[in-house]
């Protein structure tokens, strides 16, 4: 059974930092591109960072430069470090893998708020 267990989330202001968490269980981490996306209120969901299986990392333009997509096989761990908060970033944000059929998994959340 795959499981995907965000955390980190929180209260920060503007101009503040979070590092984001994500445990996961039930796959060969380290076979498995790894994604980072967000949903805020009443927005779509879109796509903040990749991270592929040998390290290779995009990012959506408003976050390139302040945001790091990271992973740690050995504890099958991917991380988003966020710095330079801005209140455009408060979200929830959700951590995501798919097979190479295109079936994803997704944890179960963590929410980011930026505001004074």
């Known amino acids: 059974q795959v499981q995907l267990v965000e955390s980190g989330g929180g209260l920060v202001q503007p101009g503040g930092s979070l590092r984001l968490s994500c445990a996961a269980s039930?796959?060969?981490?380290?076979?498995?591109?790894m994604y980072w996306y967000r949903q805020a209120p009443g927005k779509e969901r879109e796509l903040v960072a990749s991270?592929?299986?040998?390290?290779?990392?995009n990012y959506v333009d408003s976050v390139r430069g302040r945001f790091t997509i990271s992973r740690d096989n050995a504890k099958k761990t991917v991380y988003l470090q966020m710095n330079s908060l801005k209140s455009d970033d408060t979200a929830v944000y959700y951590c995501n893998t798919k097979r190479g059929s295109g079936y994803s998994y997704w944890g179960q959340g963590t929410q980011v708020t930026v505001s004074s």
């Open positions: 039930g796959i060969i981490f380290s076979a498995f591109a």
């Open positions: 991270i592929n299986i040998v390290g290779s990392t």
